[in-house]
Nanobody, 125 residues
Framework: QVQPVESGGGSVQAGGSLGLSCAASGHTFSTYAMGWFRQVPGKEREFVAG????????YYADSVKGRFTISRDNARKTVSLQMNSLKPEDTAVYYCARASRPYFWGGPRTDFGSWGQGTQVTVSS
């Protein structure tokens, strides 16, 4: 089973920017929707952003809309999350995930089946 691998987390001051990247192997990458989630200890995992297999349809949680941008490069088999105007409440472990089946995209209702190990993002005030 393909397991996405995240990179790019770190620490930044409020108002700053960070970029996350996710690599997913396999020749079928271009047929799967991808997404970014985040989780804070003691809280439920939050679907932050996602996009369909072509990148033509995207979803953003209200909490990040206008600040985060998700994109994908199917030739390089990567999906990225550019995070701008970061706030302390964006602090979390961020996970990359792949949809559970190809050509399946339902926005926030998309079922994701493969998860990365996560990368920590810390925003200080």
């Amino acid at each position: 089973q393909v397991q996405p691998v995240e990179s790019g987390g770190g620490s930044v001051q409020a108002g700053g920017s960070l970029g996350l990247s996710c690599a997913a192997s396999g020749h079928t990458f271009s047929t799967y929707a991808m997404g970014w989630f985040r989780q804070v200890p003691g809280k439920e995992r939050e679907f932050v952003a996602g996009l369909n297999w072509s990148g033509g349809s995207t979803y953003y949680a209200d909490s990040v809309k206008g600040r985060f941008t998700i994109s994908r490069d199917n030739a390089r088999k990567t999906v990225s999350l550019q995070m701008n105007s970061l706030k302390p409440e964006d602090t979390a472990v961020y996970y990359c995930a792949r949809a559970s089946r190809p050509y399946f995209w339902g926005g926030p209702r998309t079922d994701f089946g493969s998860w990365g190990q996560g990368t920590q993002v810390t925003v200080s005030s």
